[in-house]
């Protein structure tokens, strides 16, 4: 009685597991519609199973040589073989129709209010709003004292972030998926939304979510060595909410163009220059390249002492504004503002024993952008 008593009350948990282990049900139709597809498909393969095998099992049993039973000598039989063709072929149209259905209503991005250009690049998403002056990039937060073990991992290890996209809920939110260099895949489990982002090409998806929150995902394509590093997070508010979010990003991104123009007409300081350049190279820069600016020998190039950053001023800032073609080394022109690049610049070429004495100005870098 109390083994009996002690199986009924572990069935919540054991049921608790095992939905872990299933396909997640998402928070919008779509997901809930893909969710059921799939247990409908995997009920009915249960069912064939289960079928197949008793047939098989019973056959054994009931017909064994050791119960006189003797094999039949018939080698083909007309009627088995249409039966064994038909009923498959009924069984495949029938999982087809929902199947094909659900693939439609997915790729309809048709009628959407909110586009979203969803840009990826190693090893950070870029988000474009179509109908509103906002752009940003999406990095991850998670602290490298955590990623190095030095502190205890937190509740959304590697999978937050410091920028993440808001869309509105009870609206329909298209995305536009590429990439600047490999491919990558834009992944929400909750949306059932994975698109490949090709570079090249554009992937469209959708999505209309009914419930306020936070929703995680992370790219899933092999991108490179940080593809790990390489989080999803969206947030998905109320409408007004999201329209009030939508003007103050709207009113940052208009002051932080005007302080742009101001600071070309101003000059900054060495120390100013190597402070800001720090944080930048090690936000941006040190994950290639090192902190101690060495990279890593055969993969990414050293700083430290090379012909470029020491006698090359305009090819350093051309590499670090326009990227390089074919390599790892993408282009920072839509990522740091003017000010930010001057300073890593000057941070590269006056760090670790190099010492030029250069001092890289925001004029510097717009002057060389608008060659």
Sequence with gaps: MRLITALIASIPFAASAQSQLNLTQGVTEISQRVYDLHMTIFYICCVIGIIVFGVMFVSMIVHRKSKGHKPATFHENVKVEILWTVIPFLILVGMAIPATKTLFAMEDASEAEVTVLVTG??????????????????????????????????????????????????????????????????????????????????????????????????????????????????????????????????????????????????????????????????????????????????????????????????????IVVNGKAGTAMQAFSNQLSLRELAAVITYERNAWGNDTGDLIQAADVNEFLNQ
């Design 121 to 318: 690049s190693q090893w950070k998403w870029h988000y474009k709003y179509f109908e509103h002056d906002v752009e940003f990039f999406s990095l991850l937060a998670t602290r490298q004292d955590q990623i190095n073990n030095r502190l205890d991992k937190g509740e959304n290890y590697l999978l937050e972030v410091d920028r993440p996209l808001v869309i509105p809920t009870d609206t329909k939110v298209r995305f536009l998926v590429t990439s600047d260099d490999v491919i990558h895949s834009w992944w929400v489990p909750d949306f059932a939304v994975k698109k490949d982002a090709n570079p090249g090409f554009i992937n469209e998806a959708w999505t209309k979510v009914d419930e306020p929150g936070i929703y995680r995902g992370q790219c899933a394509e092999l991108c490179g060595k940080d593809h790990g590093f390489m989080p999803v997070v969206v947030i998905a508010k109320e409408p007004a909410e999201y329209q009030a979010w939508i003007s103050e990003q709207e009113a940052i991104a208009k002051q932080a163009a005007e302080e742009e123009q101001r600071l070309l007409s101003m000059s900054m300081s060495k120390d100013e220059l190597m402070e800001l350049g720090e944080r930048v190279y090690l936000g941006s820069c040190a994950a290639c390249h090192q902190p101690s600016g060495e990279g890593i020998p055969g993969v990414f190039p050293s700083l430290k002492g090379t012909e470029m950053v020491l006698n090359d001023q305009a090819g350093h800032i051309n």
